[in-house]
């Protein structure tokens, strides 16, 4: 499928629909297509990031129809032809369409039938010339020697890769050892390139290693993504070299040549004791290197980059990219991802969702479908989980918000014997927290039974015992004990007639005697 997004942010960094054509793999008539469309529908990047290729095809092309077959161009007649002076490859495909037309076929757009074309090159082993323009590519790559680095304590040897980097332009060239080729020292090595040369070259030429690209298909180029966010920090386009073809950089291959043997195999009777040692002897071999005359035109790789290359560099960013870790991860009950032994908090919603984790030396970033999540400050040593309040459920935040002055409060505005019961419960263990989940409980009954009948209840507990449990309430509420009245009064203070069956001095024939 076409890569419309990145289509629209190369165009947005004045890239040339030739340069994009090469970065997406599809014909600049594609290109000019997706271009036009997206101006005359107002799509800029920045896109949205839930704004996928297959929903911009459609938003592009509503009633695009499918493709028929079509005619495959005769390369044995291409090469032929590219051999007669002033014929190219533009002026071939504009013939071959011209052919098509006549013959009610469809042609191929120029990228595939260049494609065609370069297929059968490699078959021939033919070869093609292509000039190179000021600032325009950085082709890099990891030497094929090694050099050595000797631990001071144990004496034993550890390999030093070299990588280099050359601007084809100008030849000129930045070489720096590293203790390997992992992804950390790949993109450091990039930075410090950048920073060597004072600028970014607007296409970067990487070889097909993982830490660079994770597929290389026919169709289909994926980038390892921190490789793409590196390149996207430096506003640079990366086109890989394909697969087994050293001719697609020829210019840093021939330079790992040439610095294995003035730089490398120079400084291979010496003996280095750390990293930052053997670099400052890199960079002094580096700088005879690029300084040395060529032998065939006046000048020498310095000159020629402080003449005809620098001024076309793009300038460095405000600042440098920051190596990012990513990672996947699925979210648990407890809504807490982990880094590196260090718990992190993400909305609760997202439990048993997975998520992307991106994290450098100073934050840590959760994505969900591309959009951002959960931002916190990365944490180092031994420390709590760092968890937001925002990411919590509601019962979790009201948790939280339990302390004695709440339930004191809450037990107060209830009755004086509520008020009794919950300073008991919260002197009832060692520790205060321990007896927040009894309060919380006593708390909740109230919403069971009426505010009345929790502080009857509790007036009827506190009369059996000074230290009421709260079983014990809860049994009185249950078994409704706390409706039941209190005891009667004492009968000397009730008159006697109150009653029925109390007979009168009438009844035994008492009375006055006349």
Not at 252 to 270: D, K, P
Request: with cysteine; charged share 25%; net charge positive.
């Amino acid at each position: 499928m076409v890569d419309y997004r990145e289509i629209i942010r190369l165009n947005s960094l004045d890239y040339s629909q030739r340069q994009i054509a090469a970065s997406v793999h599809s014909s600049r008539d594609t290109i000019r297509d997706v271009l036009n469309l997206s101006k005359e529908k107002g799509l800029l990047w920045p896109l949205a990031d839930d704004l996928t290729n297959d929903e911009l095809r459609r938003f592009l092309y509503p009633n695009r129809a499918s493709e028929s077959s079509r005619k495959s161009p005769d390369c044995s007649y291409i090469h032929k032809e590219l051999a007669k002076p002033g014929v190219t490859l533009t002026l071939l495909w504009s013939e071959y369409c011209e052919a098509c037309k006549a013959e009610n076929s469809i042609p191929y757009q120029y990228t595939q039938f260049c494609d065609y074309y370069r297929s059968y090159v490699r078959k021939t082993k033919a070869t093609m010339r292509i000039k190179r323009k000021p600032g325009e590519l950085m082709e890099v790559d990891w030497a094929g020697k090694n050099l050595a680095v000797i631990d001071e304590i144990t004496g034993d040897k550890h390999l030093a890769y070299v990588f280099v980097a050359s601007l084809p332009c100008s030849l000129y060239s930045y070489a720096e050892a590293f203790p390997s080729m992992a992804s950390e020292y790949w993109i450091n090595a990039h930075i410090n390139a950048y920073n060597f040369f004072g600028g970014v070259t607007r296409i970067l030429v990487p070889d097909n290693l993982k830490t660079a690209v994770t597929k290389h298909g026919r169709s289909e180029i994926s980038l390892n993504r921190t490789y793409q966010e590196m390149a996207e920090h430096y506003n640079t386009a990366v086109i890989p070299a394909r697969p087994s073809s050293p001719k697609d950089k020829p210019n840093v291959e021939g330079t790992v040549g040439i610095i294995s043997t003035w730089i490398i195999a120079a400084l291979r009777n010496e003996k280095f004791f750390s990293f930052h040692e053997l670099n400052l002897s890199i960079q002094e071999k580096l700088k005879e290197f690029n300084s040395k005359p060529f032998q065939k035109k006046n000048g020498s790789r310095l000159s020629a980059f402080e003449l005809e290359e620098k001024l076309y560099l793009q300038p460095l960013p405000a600042s440098p990219y920051e190596m990012a870790v990513w990672s996947t991860a699925t979210i648990q009950p407890d809504y807490l991802i982990t880094v590196e032994k260090i718990k992190y908090s993400v909305p609760y919603e997202f439990i048993g969702h997975t998520v992307d984790i991106r994290y450098t030396t100073k934050t840590v970033e959760v994505f969900f479908h591309n959009n951002r999540i959960a931002s916190h400050i990365r944490r180092y040593g031994d420390c709590e989980p760092q968890i937001q309040r925002d990411h919590m459920p509601d019962n979790h935040k009201l948790y939280l918000s339990w302390n004695a002055d709440t339930f004191l409060e809450w037990a107060n505005s209830i009755g004086p014997s509520t008020a009794l019961v919950m300073k008991y419960l919260l002197s009832s263990h060692k520790v205060e927290k321990q007896s927040y989940k009894v309060c919380a409980s006593l708390m909740k009954l109230a919403d069971k039974y009426s505010i009345l009948r929790i502080e009857d209840a509790c007036t009827r507990a506190l009369s059996y015992t000074p230290s009421p449990s709260l079983r014990s309430i809860q049994s009185i509420l249950k078994t409704g004990a706390d409706r039941l009245k209190s005891e009667a009064k004492d009968s000397s203070h009730t008159p006697s007639g109150k009653f029925g069956f109390t007979r009168g001095a009438e009844y035994f024939g008492g009375g006055d005697n006349d």
